[in-house]
């Protein structure tokens, strides 16, 4: 812009309406559309709604470890109680861990994912060693365990509650 004028220069006055009104000889169309463009049309790109962080670093609830401690005690002396040792009992395990794991589940604790172990034998040898290992929390994360014993059954049942951010 010229100082004695007040006026644009022509050359100056077309390059600036060319950057920003392209010329009616030029006509160029693109069409670019992202993941972003969906959600700000209101749509999803996986078709069930978008979804969002939280930036929620806490729980709003934590189990408590008495309740899990339940869940395993229930579950175990409901399976148990008027059965008697043998070598088939050893497929049992697995449905007694899910069955644990799903009434978990059913406190309804929010990001918490649960993991069941289920250890089981003879009372007449009950020499077993059990070791896990996980990066734990000792404010979010939690379990509980129970041994149940009869005549001829011993079995160990832990629920680990762990928080997942």
């Known amino acids: 812009m010229s100082v004695a004028t007040g006026k ?8 600036r309406s060319s950057l920003i009104e392209p010329a009616a000889s030029v006509t160029r169309t ?15 790109h996986l078709g069930t709604g978008s979804l969002e962080n939280t930036y929620q670093l806490k729980p709003q609830r934590v ?6 401690q339940k869940i395993v005690q229930d579950v175990l002396t409901e ?11 050893g497929t049992l395990t697995k449905t007694l861990a ?7 589940k059913g406190l309804a604790v929010q990001r918490y ?10 009372v007449t040898r009950t020499s077993a060693s059990l070791a896990s ?12 365990e129970f041994t149940f014993r009869n005549n001829s059954i011993t079995a160990t049942g832990v629920i680990y509650g762990l928080y997942v951010e």
């Not at 644009?8 to 390059?15: D, E, F, I």
């Open 8 to 15: 644009a220069s022509s050359s100056t006055q077309q390059r």
């Open 30 to 44: 693109a069409m670019i559309l992202t993941s972003a463009q969906h959600a700000r049309d209101g749509q999803s």
């Open 63 to 68: 189990p408590k470890s008495c309740l899990l």
């Open 79 to 89: 399976h148990l109680s008027d059965r008697v040792y043998e070598e088939s009992l």
């Open 98 to 104: 899910e069955q644990m794991k799903q009434r978990a």
């Open 113 to 122: 994912k649960y993991v069941a172990v289920v250890v089981l034998g003879p």
């Open 133 to 144: 290992r996980c990066v734990w929390n000792p404010a979010f994360d939690t379990f509980g």
